[in-house]
């Protein structure tokens, strides 16, 4: 366990509402990351942070934002959820000179 | 594009079994690839994992076969036991790079 906490773990939101998950992490990982994990899709990567302030786009990044103004905090936002949206989300760290990721306990989001 | 394609979606085994699920990639500049292992309502973990310049890796009762001319890539899971059902995800890493490419994952299940 790298010490990942996911905040919140189940949530309920409406249509066309923001929502923002939170990632944290007591490892001092360089890298972290979002996914959202579907049925058939397996793990697709929404976003990711390389360093503080420093993050990209993953193959799935339309209608989510991030953000990363600390090395223990990685927030995903969404800006105006929709019901493609509700999945099960995971934060993942990796140590820089490492090549392990690690994973959180998830969160499962529902949009109605 | 499906940077790593894995199969199969699902797969049923007796107890002492043998448990094999595939994997393919194209990027030839992938440097790790490892498998991991998700159980329900936790995040993934890492099982086992390989690197290019080796074309077999044991640990304990799994496995990992590697064929880099064919691009390909397995798990073997020798005497399956119940408590192996989870869902497997293979995956690939470019050290170079930041991101991790995820299969879209088997669902095991071993019946006693």
């Known amino acids: 366990d790298a010490g990942i906490t996911q905040s919140p773990r189940h949530k309920v939101t409406e249509t066309g509402t923001p929502v923002t998950l939170r990632c944290h992490q007591t490892e001092n990982h360089r890298y972290m990351y979002w996914y959202r994990q579907d049925p058939g899709h397996g793990l697709r990567l929404i976003h990711y942070s390389y360093g503080v302030k420093d993050t990209d786009k993953g193959e799935v990044s339309d209608g989510y934002s991030v953000s990363r103004s600390k090395t223990e905090d990685f927030l995903l936002t969404l800006e105006s959820a929709t019901s493609s949206q509700t999945s099960v989300y995971f934060c993942?760290?990796?140590?820089?000179?490492?090549?392990?990721?690690?994973f959180g306990q998830g969160t499962r989001l529902t949009v109605v | 594009q499906q940077q790593v394609k894995q199969s199969p979606q699902s797969l049923i085994v007796q107890k002492g079994g043998i448990s094999i699920i595939n994997c393919a990639y194209e990027?030839?500049?992938?440097?790790?690839f490892p498998w991991y292992q998700q159980f329900p309502g936790k995040g993934p973990a890492l099982l086992i994992a390989?690197?290019?310049?080796?074309s077999e890796k044991k640990e304990g009762r799994f496995t990992i076969s590697f064929n880099k001319s064919a691009k390909q890539f397995s798990l073997h899971i020798m005497d399956s036991q119940p408590g192996d059902s989870a869902t497997y995800f293979c995956a690939a890493l470019r050290f170079s790079g930041n991101q991790f490419y995820f299969g879209t994952g088997t669902s095991l299940t071993v019946i006693p």
């Open positions: 990027n030839t500049a992938f440097d790790y």
């Open positions: 390989i690197r290019p310049d080796v």
């Open positions: 993942a760290t990796r140590r820089g000179e490492t090549t392990e990721a690690f």
